[in-house]
């Protein structure tokens, strides 16, 4: 009984805590596409808010199956959520294999998706502060090189181009300057004409995708613990799921024997043995 208290709970305690994460990712996800203007990005896939709100409620909803399955023992919706972690577990491993086969297609796809948020930069809030983010991070400009930054209509290099951006590149690709602490928004006008030598001394000329590359070659170590500790947590949550399951049909088995046992001894009282001699014990009856 301790053990199956011990399962029951486990499963609800990290069905919960996923839960209200999701709730959050929901909530900000919401919130922040609010808070847009209406003409912005609507794409999945470029758009952090619409991202979130979509990731979330799958979250939320699969979550929820486990939390209320396991506290209320109902095997249904342990085998919906059960089902759907050992779908999500294969298509996780499926995509890791397609992408290790096919690495030159998934690169290549990747940098078309980053290119494209390059061309959307300045239309969504949440995806310039993404991209800045992320050139901040990895000392990245641009997808292959910091030129880019012309494929977007505020940055693009031409003399009919009447923005002041033109010919440049975003601030989150300038070089700050050691115990710099105001940020010179402007650090990276008129950096695409230039070599890149003489670029390369005011911003970062490196693409992020080659960067990222380079970033995780260097980091093995940390993303596959990451990337197993993932799937070690879904595997732990599946056998929990399966653990439950497996004990609540053994009650449901050992309650169905015993009503079947009673039954059975309810009906054998009603009936006397075949040859019982009925006037032997009239006459003690009598007798006493």
């Known amino acids: 009984m301790r053990g199956y208290r011990a399962i029951k709970y486990t499963l609800f305690i990290c069905c919960h805590v996923f839960w209200v994460v999701s709730a959050v990712l929901v909530a900000v996800g919401i919130y922040a596409k609010i808070a847009k203007e209406k003409d912005v990005v609507d794409t999945l896939m470029l758009d952090p808010a619409l991202l979130l709100i979509v990731v979330g409620a799958a979250m939320f909803l699969i979550t929820f199956l486990g939390c209320f399955g396991a506290l209320r023992n109902a095997t249904c919706l342990l085998k919906t959520f059960l089902g759907i972690l050992v779908g999500i577990l294969l298509l996780q491993i499926a995509a890791g294999v397609v992408g290790y086969l096919f ?36 000392q990245c400009c641009g997808v292959e090189s910091y030129k880019d930054w012309s494929r977007n209509v505020y940055f693009e290099c031409m003399d009919t181009n009447p923005s002041l951006e033109a010919c440049g590149v975003p601030f989150s690709c300038c070089i700050n300057l050691l115990n710099q602490t105001v940020v010179n928004t402007m650090c990276g006008y008129g950096m695409q004409p230039l070599q890149e030598s003489m670029a390369g001394l005011s911003v970062f000329t490196m693409g992020c995708l080659e960067k990222i590359v380079w970033w995780a070659k260097h980091n093995l170590l940390l993303v596959a613990g990451l990337t197993a500790g993932l799937l070690l947590l879904e595997v732990c949550m599946i056998c929990l799921a399966a653990a439950q399951i497996s004990r609540i049909k053994k009650v449901h088995q050992l309650k169905n024997a015993k009503a079947l046992r009673s039954r059975l001894e309810r009906k054998d009282s009603y009936w006397s043995p075949a040859f019982a001699d009925f006037d032997e014990s009239d006459r003690r009856d009598r007798d006493k």
Do not use: G, P, S, W
């Open 103 to 138: 690495t030159d297609m998934v690169m290549e796809r990747t940098e078309t998706l980053m290119m494209k948020a390059i061309v959307r930069y300045r239309e969504d809030q949440d995806l310039e502060n993404a991209i800045d983010f992320i050139q901040k991070k990895f």
